[in-house]
């Protein structure tokens, strides 16, 4: 999708739907609105952002990796191609968004190197100290409060694994004028706050000049 055509998506979804639709929305799609509205803002419009992302995991060939909040699907499918003898794990709690990114990734599950689970990240359906590194890009805003999620993370983390979270900044969020009732938006140095109070460690914020937005990316391993 071209530039000109997302800023017309934006503006145009911005008139069509109220704020507090709009943040619903982008915290748990659903129906023709997240199908079909939603699911092309967030293809083009975090693209950058989740390369960014897929750039600081740093994937091994047998890596577990998981994503939390996958959304469209289509990090899901990046990480699958780098993953060769490892698996793919995506968990997200939006049946709309699951069914798209099945429908994405259907090769690779019938390959059996990927499996999408429906649920929600502060109770997650999986074994303490699973994954080697978990993702998850412009979901922190909607857990309220973080720190079980956060907790959760940390638990189905192998010790030494790696997490990396793809975020918009506080000032961002106000740019954006998104809801806030529905956006709790954090500072840069918030989420490394947050992220060291969860028990993490060598926790940096990496920032990347990009379009629509600049995309930042906490990165943080549990010990
Ligand atoms: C704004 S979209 C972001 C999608 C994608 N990660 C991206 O950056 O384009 C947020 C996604 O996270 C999911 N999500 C939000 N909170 C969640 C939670 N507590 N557990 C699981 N999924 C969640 C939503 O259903 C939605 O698919």
């Known amino acids: 999708m071209p530039n000109w055509l997302f800023i017309g998506l934006v503006r145009f979804v911005k008139a069509l739907l109220s704020d507090r639709t709009l943040a619903l929305q982008s915290r748990k799609p659903s129906g023709f609105l997240g199908r079909f ?78 499996t999408l689970r429906l649920g929600s990240s502060d109770a997650m359906p999986f074994e303490a100290n699973t994954f080697d590194k978990v993702a998850t890009a412009n979901t922190l805003y909607f857990w309220q409060p973080p720190e079980s999620h956060l907790q959760e993370i940390y638990r189905v983390l192998k010790p030494t694994g790696l997490l990396v979270l793809g975020f918009r900044d506080e000032a961002q969020i106000e740019s954006m004028q998104l809801d806030r009732w529905i956006f709790n938006a954090y500072s840069q140095k918030a989420v490394k706050k947050l992220l060291k109070s969860a028990g993490f460690i060598n926790v940096e914020i990496i920032c990347q000049p990009a379009i629509p937005l600049d995309s930042y990316v906490a990165i943080a391993t549990k010990p």
């Open 37 to 114: 509205v939603l699911q092309p803002l967030f293809i083009k419009g975090n693209a950058e952002l989740n390369a960014l992302l897929l750039s600081q995991l740093k994937l091994q060939p047998d890596n577990r990796v998981l994503e939390i909040g996958f959304g469209p699907g289509v990090l899901l499918n990046q990480m699958a191609d780098l993953v060769s003898c490892g698996h793919v794990y995506g968990l997200d709690f939006s049946e709309t968004m699951f069914q798209a990114a099945s429908q994405r990734n259907q090769a690779w599950i019938l390959e059996e190197r990927m």
